[in-house]
């Protein structure tokens, strides 16, 4: 999204200031808060693709997931994400280090991350909501994970509620950056996605002017722990980023509850 359009509102129903995450996706790419999704790229569609830009054929599949769009304008870059089973593809493998080694670097993502209290060894902390819970994505070891339930009142129409728990962190603009996480959706819940959402701003503290939204890695796998990645070329103008664990339902459908551990977000090397 271009500086000098006004940054999209934050809230949990309509009221402004930073929401605990349920947004109204409708056109406004990229808010937090309450979202109702018809327009946001990087948003998944009826079909279970991201809308706004070239999208794989599922979220889970290593597509192209879509650039920001929408009503309030904005662009993003082509952004390749991954999403396998943890242990496959982009997983920690027998890597063993407490977070694992999703980005394949032989150092433990914990190391890595730019994000404050990536694996919920016993709380949320640093996150602006979601429950902890004692499931833990690793087969080893006493931590546990981070439970986003989005059960906001029901809608009967098409589209996609976006609930999510945040943390901001600050970034440089020009440089690369990749994101991963490790993400379970429990069986039985109906549709939805779970995955990073990003929100990016030109100034510090994810205030002031935004530059653009992104949903650049997702997951529809349900019953397993699923391992999603993607890299990304940070706008210039960017100085800080909220970062954004997402449970994605449609409308009609009544909650879904989303599981997120070892949470990476580093920038690379030049």
């Avoid at 056109?27 to 999704?37: I, K, N, T, V």
Wanted: a negative charge; hydrophobic letters at 35%; glycine letters at 16%.
């Amino acid at each position: 999204m271009a500086s000098g359009h006004a940054p999209p509102t934050r809230n949990d129903a309509g009221s402004s200031g930073r929401g605990a995450g349920g947004e109204s996706l409708a056109g406004a790419a990229g808010s937090a808060g309450d979202e109702s999704a018809a327009g946001e790229a990087g948003v998944p569609s009826a079909a279970g693709a991201p809308t706004g830009g070239n999208a794989g054929t599922s979220p889970a599949s290593g597509g192209v997931a879509g650039s920001s769009a929408g009503a309030s304008g904005g662009s993003g870059g082509t952004i390749g994400s991954s999403g396998g089973a943890a242990g496959t593809s982009g997983s920690a493998g027998t890597f063993s280090g407490p977070c694992g080694d999703m980005d394949g670097n032989a150092v433990d993502d914990c190391s890595e991350t730019l994000v404050q209290n990536s694996r919920f060894d016993n709380s949320v902390e640093h996150w602006t909501s979601g429950a902890w819970n004692a499931s833990n994505a690793q087969p080893t070891g006493q931590s546990g994970s981070l439970l986003v339930l989005n059960d906001s009142p029901v809608i009967a129409d098409t589209g996609f509620k976006l609930t999510a728990a945040e943390q901001c962190i600050q970034v440089t603009g020009d440089y690369r950056y990749e994101v991963a996480a490790r993400v379970m959706i429990p069986a039985n819940q109906g549709g939805g996605f779970g995955g990073i959402n990003l929100l990016i701003y030109a100034n510090d503290g994810c205030t002031g002017t935004f530059v653009t939204g992104l949903s650049p890695a997702t997951t529809q796998v349900t019953n397993a722990w699923t391992v999603v990645s993607a890299q990304f070329m940070m706008p210039t103008a960017a100085r800080s980023m909220i970062v954004r664990l997402a449970a994605t339902r449609p409308f009609a459908q009544p909650k879904l509850q989303v599981l997120f551990d070892d949470i990476l977000v580093k920038q690379k090397l030049p």
